[in-house]
């Protein structure tokens, strides 16, 4: 957020992103939701405090008010791609895979080439049953981004959910490689484990 909004505006923005690196998520709630009510007029201000402010709220997975947020973010903005980008989240979370393919696709519009972009269409297509497509993008995604472990990780659950164990291990482990305490990864993992003993000798040769 690079525009300018002035001095005292920096330093309330810096105060609230401090809050956020120390988890102090609701001191930066009230920062932003005073300069909404304080810098009302300021178009600028808004669309930055709203954006923040649905960024905060799907992390703490409260997504009717992220959603709401975000979409206010977009008005103002409705070319960012890291908004469009947000409110796909928010629909994913929710398996409001539609919505959340068309928010994705909105971004990737903007930025072709952002891996976190492929990344969200990507897991949105293959969970709407769209496996191939959905498949095709996680796999540019890693080709941007080769050690991105959330890419690498959605990669081995796709394969994972298709039966595939041995491409599911292969990327769960080369994640898992590169950060050794992804508890996500290290679910995964767990999962393909008890897939193959559970299903036994219907799991794929290896």
């Known amino acids: 957020m690079d525009r300018d909004i002035g001095p005292e505006l920096h330093t309330i ?11 102090e998520y ?21 669309e930055y405090a709203n954006a923040y402010l649905g960024d905060i709220y799907l992390t703490l997975r409260r997504l009717n008010l992220a959603e ?59 969970s709407a049953g769209d496996k191939a497509k959905g498949l095709a993008y996680l796999h ?16 081995a659950a796709a394969y994972l959910s298709d039966l595939q164990f041995h491409k599911a291990r292969e990327y769960a482990e080369t994640a898992i490689r590169i950060d050794p305490n992804s508890n996500v990864t290290r679910e995964v993992l767990d999962n393909i484990d ?5 299903l036994g000798r219907f799991a794929e040769p290896q």
């Open 194 to 198: 008890r897939f193959q003993r559970k």
């Open 68 to 126: 709401n947020h975000i979409k206010k973010a977009i008005d103002c903005s409705p070319d960012n791609p890291s908004y469009h980008y947000i409110l796909g989240f928010t629909y994913s979370i929710q398996s409001e895979w539609g919505k959340a393919i068309g928010e994705f696709e909105v971004a990737l519009d903007k930025e072709p080439n952002n891996s976190e972009y492929l990344r969200g269409l990507g897991w949105a297509l293959h």
């Open 26 to 46: 609701d001191k930066a709630i009230d920062i932003y939701k005073y300069v909404l009510i304080r810098y009302g007029d300021n178009d600028i201000a808004v």
């Open 140 to 155: 540019r995604a890693v080709d941007l981004a080769p050690t991105n472990v959330n890419i690498l990780t959605d990669l």
């Open 13 to 23: 923005w810096s105060e609230a992103k401090e809050h956020i690196e120390h988890r």
